[in-house]
């Protein structure tokens, strides 16, 4: 079991920047990838980046390339995503993942655990 809370969500003007963050708990952090995803109104949940076990080889949406930072730290179990330049379009609420394995995924069935999300809101 792992249990996954977001923080760091809340309101900005375009062109501003967030960073969220996501402490896991139970399974050995450093055991399997981490991912964000997010989901718009009326919208599916939809991949944003995700990271693997040891941090290397990153994978990002095309929407968020250049963007948006995926990191961890795998001494504190905290995942993080630092996104920048916002956009309106960027509005969601943005949820955590834990992988089914060490190795990250860029489909939702790759992951096991998701937190309850932390909304980011986008102002033009």
């Known amino acids: 079991q792992v249990q996954l809370v977001e923080s760091g969500g809340g309101l900005v003007q375009a062109g501003g920047s967030l960073r969220l963050s996501c402490a896991a708990s139970?399974?050995?952090?450093?055991?399997?990838?981490m991912g964000w995803f997010r989901q718009a109104p009326g919208k599916e949940r939809a991949f944003v980046a995700s990271?693997?076990?040891?941090?290397?080889?990153?994978y990002y949406a095309e929407s968020v390339k250049g963007r948006f930072t995926i990191s961890r730290d795998n001494a504190k179990n905290t995942v993080y995503l630092q996104m920048n330049s916002l956009k309106p379009e960027d509005t969601a609420v943005y949820y955590c993942?834990?992988?089914?394995?060490?190795?990250?995924?860029?489909?939702?069935?790759?992951?096991?655990?998701w937190g309850q999300g932390t909304q980011v809101t986008v102002s033009s």
């Open positions: 990271i693997p076990w040891n941090g290397v080889n990153t």
């Open positions: 993942a834990a992988g089914r394995w060490p190795s990250a995924s860029t489909t939702d069935d790759g992951y096991a655990y």
């Open positions: 139970g399974r050995t952090f450093g055991s399997y990838a």
